[in-house]
C-alpha cells in the first residue's frame, strides 16, 4: 500500500522503514529536512508540505500522523481535513487523549473522512522488533488498513500461545500477531493509555525495588546487617526463569551494565500524560487505582528530590524510548 508518514521522529521514521522493508510506498513529511532527506535515502518519496502530500498519493489517500500528543497533532489533524478528499484516511499513531479522538473522528466523519486511532507501543525498538498496536476506529476501514498493521507488527514470533486461548468463541488471531481492532473511535488509545498507565507502575516497583537494595549498604544499618550487593548480577539473573523477569528488566539491566551507580541519568522522571489520564480514567469509573496513582505522584517528585531509583526510570525510559533525561 502507499501512504503518507507525518512526522519522522524516532517512532515515525522507524514505523516508515519497517513498513518500507514489507514492500510498502511511502511519502514522508516532517518539518525537518533532514529527517526527510535520511528516509527518502532508504527509498521514500520525499514531500515539503501537507499538500504536497495530497498530491502524491491517490485516492484513497492514508494520512498516518506521528507526532506528540495536544497542538502539534491537532493543528495537523485539522490541516488534513480542510485538504483532504472524501474516502481518505487519517491515523493518528501517537500517544493522544482519546476523548480528543473522538472529538475529531466527529469532525472528520461530517466531511466523508475515515479517522482511526492506533495507540503504538515499541520505541526505537519497534523497527526491529515490530510495534504493538491498539486500533479504534470502524470495522471496514481498520479491514481496509489491515496489510499496514500486519506488517508492522512482531507476529507470532517464538512466544508460546496461550493455553486454550484458540478454543475460545470469537476468537481473533491478530491479537497473537501484535495487534488488536479494541473498538470503534478512541478505544485505540484508551488501552493504550492504560497500558501506558500500568507500565508506570511495572517501572516504579522495579525501581524501588533496586533503591532497596543498593541502600542495603549503608552505614545507617547495624554493620553485620549491610550487605554491598551487586545490582548488575542481581538484575541478570532475575531476567533468567524468575517470575518478574520482563523486557523492563531487560533494559534495567543493560544499562546497570554499563554503569550500576547510573551517574549518567539524571532521575528527573518525566511524564507523558498517560499516566495522568488513566486516574482521571480511574476516577471516572470509580475504580481504585493505589499503584498506578502512586508511580504518577513518584515521577512528579522526582522532579523536587531525586533518588537512585529514579536514575533507573530515567535509564528504563531511554532504554525503550529514548527519552533523554540525563544530567545538566
Known amino acids: 500500500m502507499r501512504l503518507a508518514m507525518i512526522g519522522l521522529g524516532r517512532m515515525g521514521a522507524g514505523i516508515a522503514r519497517r513498513l518500507m522493508e514489507h514492500g510498502h510506498q511511502i511519502v514522508g513529511y516532517d518539518r525537518s529536512a533532514e529527517a526527510v532527506a535520511a528516509l527518502a535515502k532508504d527509498g521514500a518519496t520525499p514531500a515539503d508540505s501537507l499538500e504536497d502530500i495530497v498530491a502524491k498519493l491517490e485516492t484513497p489517500r492514508i494520512f498516518w500522523v506521528m507526532l506528540p500528543a495536544g497542538a502539534p497533532t491537532e493543528s495537523t489533524v485539522e490541516a488534513l481535513t480542510e485538504i483532504a478528499s472524501p474516502g481518505d484516511i ?20 461530517a466531511r466523508g473522512i475515515h479517522y482511526v486511532d492506533v495507540g503504538t507501543s515499541g520505541g526505537v525498538w519497534g523497527l526491529e522488533r515490530g510495534f504493538c498496536m491498539m486500533i479504534g476506529g470502524d470495522k471496514e476501514t481498520v479491514d481496509l488498513l489491515d496489510p499496514i498493521f500486519e506488517a508492522l507488527a512482531p507476529g507470532l514470533g517464538t512466544i508460546p500461545r496461550t493455553i486454550g486461548r484458540t478454543d475460545q468463541e470469537g476468537f481473533d488471531p491478530r491479537a497473537e500477531k501484535g495487534y488488536i481492532h479494541a473498538g470503534p473511535t478512541g478505544a ?12 508506570y507502575g511495572l517501572m516504579a ?14 552505614e545507617k544499618l547495624p554493620e553485620d546487617e549491610r550487605f554491598d550487593l551487586n545490582l548488575t548480577d542481581i538484575a541478570e539473573v532475575w531476567r533468567r526463569g524468575s517470575v518478574i523477569s520482563s ?57 523536587v528530590d531525586t533518588t537512585f531509583g529514579d536514575k533507573l526510570l530515567s535509564a528504563m525510559r531511554f532504554g525503550f524510548g529514548g527519552h533523554v533525561e540525563m544530567p545538566q
Not at 469509573?285 to 515521577?299: G, I, N
Open 90 to 109: 487519517i491515523i493518528d499513531g501517537g500517544n493522544s487523549f482519546y476523548k480528543d479522538d473522538i472529538r475529531r473522528a466527529k469532525a472528520t466523519t
Open 188 to 199: 485505540g488509545h484508551f488501552v493504550k493509555m492504560v497500558h501506558n498507565g500500568i507500565e
Open 205 to 218: 516497583a522495579y525501581a524501588e525495588g533496586f533503591d532497596v537494595l543498593k541502600g542495603k549498604v549503608s
Open 247 to 303: 523486557w523492563l528488566l531487560d533494559l534495567s539491566a543493560i544499562a546497570l551494565a554499563k554503569d550500576q551507580m547510573l551517574e549518567a541519568y539524571s532521575g528527573h522522571v518525566a511524564d507523558s500524560g498517560e499516566g495522568q489520564w488513566t486516574i482521571d480514567a480511574a476516577m471516572e469509573e470509580s475504580v481504585p487505582a493505589y499503584v498506578l496513582s502512586a508511580a504518577l505522584f513518584a515521577r512528579y517528585r522526582s522532579r
